[in-house]
């Protein structure tokens, strides 16, 4: 029974989020889409003059185009796969019955906050460097080839990396869902005979189904954005062998100075991220109704 | 009524989740363990675990050789500024939406939270010019703006999930009681939203401290945050992993320990309300 004074005052309340949260999405993405059909480089200095599709025509037919989106695919989908999968193990195995298990669930939480840039170096060179990392190590002790990670198998080499850092997401995540799960319900159906692989496939895997889709479509938003890992690891390369859409689009702006280049390649990946950020958007809005 | 579980099996899996526990937190422990050796040790093969002559000269060298405090002021100004700015902001906002909710309530929550899902890359350009045109390049002020306004939709969405579990009917008792405006807001309200308030800049701290795009892009020498600087690490010179690990091990400490004091907020924040 708000009165229209109150609603007044809400409305105030809101107005400066709502500003600004429009004005930070309307204004930078009206200059990224005029740039996107203006011939525009720093290093030119002059006319912009308007070049039309040009720019999504060059970043579109571009082969480091095609790749990166193979790369970004294969970047995501590959982390999910190793999140979801082991996190959900690992949340079922921190959810039995243990002593100190704050302790335990502390060590898998801990790579959450860890900072991107640290933990790719970290990886980079005191574990994946082939001369003088403990991977090399280990193979030299048990009478390998040193191997090369980031040289030899790059993006398999971030996926790990960045692995390491969302496993603890979607485990804690995953653990939460697992422990609000009726016991009750798990007994019935072991008094009627329900083996553990049954229970777990019919009562668990459902009741986890919402928040495996909410990780999914978290994770999938920050995934498709991963760039200080590449930054600091392999630059993107050997030549485009672990760049993604990101890293593509930071490289045409910022490094070789193609606004409308850059901006064109930006334009893309709002397109792209939208389309997951529909899913998303039911997931969590179905929620808000409950 | 609780199965039973035998000893046993109880060491078992405690065994289980001690190994595995360790396995993942294992870079971490031997970051921090590296940054007490020497620069030899640290590459030494064998690896050396606790034998060695533990020192402090890599915290020391980090110290002095690269402004390292001025990064981690850098950090604390950038993560600790833009959070409390987006809860200024962000208070009334939620505080309308959870007690006096419209028909448009919804609407604008979820919009809100769709302009989170706007890849940072997509608006790099507009936002890098914007930034060398306004002078905030390279500037604590254009990082504590830009993490605010990115972070606000996180910061509305927590308190609003909070906000929203304060029982109205507290408010009308206390009115009834004869309180006023001011008491009803110092003594009822505030006491029930401080906590969820808390673990709101809590996890806004953590997430804006790791934020690794915009630090990476809009700053260079004078503004970089430990994100930044701990990048620089990646053209290294000579020997230096124990000083990268003594680097690292300041960078994540106090984040390691804020994020352990706010696991379950974390879940709650990270996923919009939608788990629990």
Redesign the interface.
């Known amino acids: 029974m708000?009165t229209t004074h109150?609603?007044a005052?809400?409305?105030l309340?809101?107005s400066?989020?709502?500003i600004?949260?429009l004005g930070?999405?309307l204004?930078?993405?009206c200059?990224?889409l005029y740039?996107s059909v203006l011939r525009y480089n720093l290093l030119m200095p002059g006319d912009t003059p308007f070049a039309g599709i040009e720019n999504y025509q060059y970043f579109l037919t571009d082969p480091a185009f095609t790749t990166a989106l193979i790369n970004t695919l294969v970047l995501v989908v590959g982390v999910l796969v190793v999140t979801i999968v082991g996190g959900t193990l690992?949340a079922l195995?921190?959810d039995?019955?243990?002593?100190?298990?704050g302790?335990?669930?502390?060590?898998?939480?801990?790579?959450?906050?860890?900072?991107?840039?640290?933990?790719a170096?970290?990886?980079?060179?005191?574990?994946m460097n082939p001369v003088?990392g403990?991977f090399a190590?280990l193979f030299?002790?048990l009478g390998l080839a040193p191997f090369d990670f980031l040289a030899q198998a790059p993006l398999l080499s971030i996926i790990g990396i960045v692995s390491?850092q969302w496993?603890?997401?979607a485990t804690?995540?995953l653990l939460?869902?697992m422990q609000?799960l009726d016991?009750e319900q798990i007994?019935a159906a072991e008094m009627d005979g329900a083996g553990a692989l049954s229970r777990f496939r019919y009562i668990t895997i459902p009741h986890l189904g919402?928040?495996a889709t909410?990780v999914i479509l978290?994770e999938t938003?920050f995934l498709?954005?991963v760039?200080?890992e590449i930054?600091?690891?392999t630059n993107g390369g050997p030549g485009n062998a672990s760049t993604n859409?990101?890293y593509l689009?930071?490289a045409e702006?910022?490094l070789r100075f193609d606004?409308g280049v850059?901006?064109a390649?930006?334009?893309v990946?709002?397109i792209?991220?939208?389309i997951?950020?529909i899913f998303?958007?039911r997931?969590?809005?179905k929620?808000?109704d409950a | 009524?609780?199965?039973a579980?035998t000893p046993q099996?109880?060491?078992l899996?405690?065994a289980?989740?001690?190994i595995?526990?360790?396995l993942?937190?294992f870079?971490?422990f031997?970051?921090v363990l590296?940054s007490f050796k020497t620069e030899a040790q640290a590459?030494a093969?064998?690896?050396v675990w606790f034998a060695f002559d533990w020192t402090l000269e890599n915290y020391t060298a980090v110290n002095q050789r690269s402004d390292y405090l001025l990064h981690f002021w850098n950090s604390v100004v950038i993560s600790v500024g833009s959070t409390l700015l987006g809860l200024v902001?962000?208070v009334?906002?939620a505080?309308?939406?959870a007690?006096?909710p419209?028909r448009r309530t919804?609407d604008?929550?979820?919009w809100?939270?769709?302009?989170?899902?706007?890849?940072?890359?997509?608006?790099?350009?507009?936002?890098?010019?914007?930034f060398r045109q306004l002078g905030l390049l390279d500037t604590r002020t254009g990082l504590v703006i830009v993490l605010t306004?990115i972070n606000?939709?996180i910061i509305?969405w927590m308190l609003y999930t909070y906000f929203r579990e304060i029982p109205g009917e507290i408010l009308e008792a206390a009115r009834m009681d004869g309180a006023n405006l001011r008491e009803e807001v110092v003594h009822v309200l505030l006491p029930m939203a401080v906590p969820g308030m808390a673990s709101t800049v809590l996890l806004n701290i953590?997430l804006a401290?790791?934020e690794?795009?915009w630090t990476?892009?809009l700053t260079a020498a004078k503004a970089a945050p430990?994100?930044?600087f701990?990048?620089s690490?990646?053209s290294?010179e000579g020997l230096?992993?124990a000083k990268?690990?003594a680097a690292?091990t300041m960078?994540?400490a106090p984040?390691?320990i804020?994020?352990?004091f706010s696991?379950?907020q974390?879940?709650r924040g990270?996923?919009?309300?939608?788990?629990?």
Do not use: C
Not at chain 1, 96 to 101: D, E, G, K, L, N
Not at chain 1, 103 to 119: E, G, K, N, Q
Not at chain 1, 121 to 127: E, G
Not at chain 2, 118 to 125: C, E, K, N
């Open positions: 708000a109150a609603r005052a809400a409305r309340m809101i400066p989020s709502v600004l949260l930070w999405m204004i930078p993405l200059m990224t740039f690992l195995l921190l039995q019955p243990m002593w100190a298990s302790i335990w669930r502390i060590l898998v939480i801990a790579p959450f906050f860890v900072m991107p840039t640290v933990s170096l970290v990886w980079k060179n005191m574990f003088n403990l190590h030299k002790a390491w496993l603890p997401f804690l995540i939460t869902a609000s016991s007994e919402r928040a909410v978290i938003i498709l954005s760039f200080a930054l600091v690891t859409l990101t689009i930071y702006s910022l606004v850059g901006s390649g930006g334009v990946a709002i792209l991220a939208n997951v950020a998303l958007m997931a969590i809005g929620n808000l | 009524m609780a199965r579980v099996r109880k060491a899996n405690t289980i989740a001690a595995v526990g360790a993942i937190f870079p971490i031997w970051t590296t590459i093969d064998p690896p902001i962000a009334p906002a505080w309308a939406m007690f006096v419209g919804k604008i929550l979820m809100m939270l769709s302009t989170k899902m706007l890849p940072s890359v997509g608006v790099l350009v507009p936002i890098y010019l914007l306004l606000l939709p509305i953590i401290w790791n690794a795009f990476l892009n430990l994100t930044a701990i990048a690490y990646s290294p230096f992993y990268l690990s690292s960078a994540i984040i390691l804020m994020g352990w696991q379950k974390l879940v990270l996923t919009f309300g939608a788990v629990k």
